[in-house]
C-alpha cells in the first residue's frame, strides 16, 4: 500500500474520530444541564462517526491480513491513538448519563 494511501487513511479516522469526539462533548455539555435526550442523540451521532473510522481501520487490517505492506508512519499511529480514546471517551460517556440520569431521578 503506498504511502499517499496509507496517509488518506489516517486522515479519515483522524476526521471521523474527531468529529466523534466534538459529539461526545456536546454530550457531556448535554448531560450537565438535564438534557438527557439530547445527550444520547449526540453520542449515537458520535458512534456513527467513530463507525465510519473504524470501517477505515478495518480496511487497513484486512490489506494487512492478505499480505499487503502497510506502513505504519507518525501519521497513523497518531490516528489509530485518536481513535482509541475517543472510543474511550465514548463509552465513559455512555456511563456517565447513565450516572447523570439516575442522580437526576433522586433529586
Known sequence: M???EI????FKIILESGDARTLVHAGFKSMRESDFEDAK??????????????KSQTSLL???????DVNMDVIMIHAQD???TTM???????????????LDEVS
Open 7 to 10: 496517509q488518506e487513511v489516517a
Open 88 to 102: 474511550t471517551i465514548r463509552e465513559v460517556a455512555l456511563e456517565m448519563l447513565y450516572l447523570y440520569q439516575k
Open 62 to 68: 484486512h490489506n494487512y491480513a492478505n499480505g499487503e
Open 82 to 84: 485518536h481513535l482509541m
Open 41 to 54: 442523540e449526540k453520542l449515537e451521532q458520535a458512534n456513527d462517526s467513530l463507525t465510519e473510522a473504524h
Open 2 to 4: 503506498e504511502t499517499a
